[in-house]
C-alpha cells in the first residue's frame, strides 16, 4: 500500500516534467526503478517480473476498494437489498479492478449501487463496453445526452438532427430539403457522433419518423423543457440518432447538463415549418 502511494505521489509531481522523465517514470510499473526494499539492478528477471506484478495486484485492491467505497456511500439504507446474480458481480469484479481513472470509478460505483438495490439494469455487454469507454468518450456521451429529447410518451432518448420536407408542392419552392440543427455549433461534431457510433452507444444509421400529421402535434421533452410542435404541413419528418440498448442503459449513470443554447436554437430551427408552444 506505500508503495501505491509513493506512486501516486510521484504522478501528481511529474504532471510538468519532460517527456523522457515521464517515459522514466514508467520504468516503476515495469519493476526497472529501485525502490525501498527493492533493487532493480540485482533482481533477476524473474524477479523483476513479481515485483512489478506484486504492484499490479496492489493498484488492482485500490481500483476495486475504491469502486466499492463509492458504491457503499450512495447505496440506501432504506430500501430492500438484492443478492448479485453470481456471474455477473464476479464478471463486474474482474473488470472494476482494471479502472483507474476516478471519473470512471465513480460510474462503476453508481453501477454497483444500482445492482444492489435495483438488480438486472445493466447486462454484461454493457460493463465489456463501459470498460472499453475512456474518460474523454464519457464526456463525449456527456455532452450528447445533454442535447438529448424524449419524443412523445417514450423513455427512450433521440439525439434529433434536424428535420425534413418531402413531397407536395410546396418543395418545389424550397432551396434544400434538409434542415440541419448543426451539432457542432454546440461543442458535439461529426467526430465525436462517430465516436459514439464506434463505442456501440449510437446506431450507426440514421432514423426518421415517418410522415408527420399536420393535425398531430408532436412533443419534445429536454430536462425540464417541454415543447409542443405542430406540422404546418403533411410533408415533414424529423431526423434523429437513436441510442443503441447499451445506450440507454448507460443514461442511467450519466447526469448530463442542459444547454440553454442549444434549446433556444432548437425552438428557432424549427419554427419555420412548426407551430410551437
Same mark, same amino acid.
Do not use: C
Given at each position: ?38 533493487? %532493480? ?7 523483476? %517480473?513479481?515485483?512489478?506484478?506484486? *504492484? ?39 473488470? %472494476? ?5 476516478? *471519473? ?7 453501477? +454497483? ?34 442535447? %438529448?429529447? *424524449? ?42 457522433? +462517430? ?69 433556444k436554437a432548437m425552438r428557432t430551427l424549427f419554427a419555420k415549418d412548426f407551430k410551437i408552444e
Open positions: 500500500m506505500a508503495e501505491i502511494a509513493k506512486i501516486s505521489e510521484v504522478k501528481s509531481a511529474q504532471s510538468d516534467v519532460s517527456a523522457r522523465k515521464k517515459a522514466l517514470l514508467l520504468g516503476r510499473q515495469l519493476g526497472l526503478s529501485s525502490e525501498e526494499g527493492y533493487r %532493480a539492478t540485482t533482481a533477476s528477471v524473474a524477479e523483476r %517480473a513479481e515485483h512489478r506484478q506484486r *504492484k499490479l495486484m496492489s493498484q488492482y485492491q485500490i481500483n476495486l476498494e475504491t469502486i466499492y467505497k463509492i458504491a457503499l456511500s450512495i447505496t440506501p439504507s432504506d430500501v430492500t437489498g438484492s443478492d448479485l446474480d453470481p456471474d455477473w458481480s464476479h464478471q463486474f469484479f474482474q473488470i %472494476a479492478e482494471q479502472i483507474h481513472n476516478r *471519473k470512471m470509478q465513480e460510474l462503476w460505483g453508481r453501477i +454497483l449501487a444500482n445492482e444492489i438495490t435495483n438488480p438486472g439494469n445493466f447486462s454484461l455487454r454493457t460493463l465489456t463496453t463501459l470498460k472499453q469507454l475512456t474518460h474523454k468518450e464519457a464526456q463525449i456521451l456527456e455532452k450528447a445526452l445533454g442535447m %438529448a429529447v *424524449k419524443v412523445n410518451n417514450e423513455t427512450r432518448l433521440k439525439l434529433i438532427i434536424g428535420y425534413r420536407y418531402t413531397g407536395g408542392i410546396g418543395q418545389i419552392f424550397r432551396r434544400s430539403s434538409p434542415i440541419n440543427i448543426g451539432l457542432s455549433n454546440f461543442g458535439l461534431p461529426y467526430s465525436n457522433i +462517430l465516436t459514439l457510433i464506434d463505442a456501440g452507444i449510437l446506431h450507426r444509421s440514421e432514423f426518421e419518423t415517418g410522415l408527420l400529421n399536420s393535425k398531430t402535434p408532436i412533443h419534445f421533452t429536454l430536462f425540464d423543457t417541454k415543447m409542443k410542435l405542430t406540422p404546418k404541413s403533411g410533408h415533414l419528418l424529423v431526423n434523429y440518432y437513436r441510442l443503441t440498448p447499451i445506450g440507454d442503459e448507460l443514461t442511467q449513470l450519466i447526469h448530463p447538463k442542459p444547454d440553454s443554447e442549444y434549446t
